[in-house]
């Protein structure tokens, strides 16, 4: 049976675990060299030296082993901690409180435990150091020897700067991770951003043309009237139906008719304007939104829009297709202000376009005109 792969290993390990063994690792080491200096100089007897091998360099790595077996790693890891410091009470009140060493131990473990905790890890400090003291108090008398020499003083401070080095290079590195990691949502953010304003465009827009839906049309000519109407100008709709489109498909496919529907829109997307609107309303019918555009002008409009594209040869595999379309116009506040309203006035004068032969342009009006 083949064990699982290194990184599968280490991922099922928790952070707080990895990186407490590895401090813990380096910064006891050092812890070890300092305070060996101290029991070499006060002449310690054997006993203190297996102890402080014991706590320094055995420790650990047990501390490590119970944390990554446990159910909760982190909660085991909190309370390898509070032994962490209870061990460092107990070795500064046993060594007679010397300054640098009662320094370096409590300044690592305060530290820690504030990191981890916040400001209740103060107390949870003061508690566990108080239990370490405690506990040698009740086997010996406490004693107080402050003076440490010189090279002890020396390898304490080594010990601080080195411990207070890797613990800042930890924090920078998971600052750069989650800096990294914010980047990464970031990004991944604006693409869902991205991605919905597509959904939001192609909801609004016909697959087959490229042209706005009824949908779109719906939403936007209601305030488009309402803004014409409070600065006093026109506003023009044009309905636009392709002359005997279904004889188009029944005779060369469907195939040719998208491509005459294609065509058309095409030739709209050439002649509109960009405050303009350009809509597939469905099948063969076109709508046009003329904004501010008085009604004399949209039907002058629809005219070259209608010789445009009876003059167009649209070219499939084939053979080469010619259409032509009749077109109502309706204009606010002529017609209406009203948007249904409006548009049921555009469909009138197309109908009567169709009415008249077709290939022409019809305004609607109490007696409409052809030309």
Known sequence: MKSPPESTRRESVHWTVRMNRRNR???????????????????????????????????????????????????????????????????????????????????????????????????????????????????????????????TTALCMAALGLYLFAFARDGYERAIAQHAVHAQLRGQFDEIRSLQAQLREQALRDPLTGLFNRRHLDTVLAPMLERCASQGASLSLLMIDIDHFKRVNDTHGHAAGDAVLQALAQLLLRHVRPQDVACRLGGEEFMLVLDNTPVAVAAQRAQVLRQAFEALRVRTVECELAATLSCGVAACPDSSQEPRALVVCADQALYAAKKQGRNRVVVHAPQARGF
């Open 25 to 151: 690792s380096a910064s006891y080491v050092l812890l070890f060299v300092a305070l060996g200096s101290h029991l070499l100089t006060i002449g310690a007897p054997a006993w203190g030296w297996v102890a402080l091998a014991l706590n320094y360099l055995v420790y650990p790595h047990l501390a490590y082993w119970r944390a990554r077996r446990a159910d909760d790693q982190r909660r085991a890891e909190m309370h390898n901690m509070d032994a962490d410091i209870v061990l460092a009470g107990m070795w500064v009140s046993a060594l007679g409180f010397p300054l640098w060493i009662t320094f370096i131990l409590c300044a690592s473990g305060c530290i820690n435990m504030v990191v981890f905790h916040g400001g209740r890890g103060g107390v949870r400090f003061l508690l566990n150091i108080g239990v370490g003291i405690a506990l040698v108090a009740l086997a010996v008398p406490l004693h107080w020897h402050p003076e440490t020499d010189l090279r």
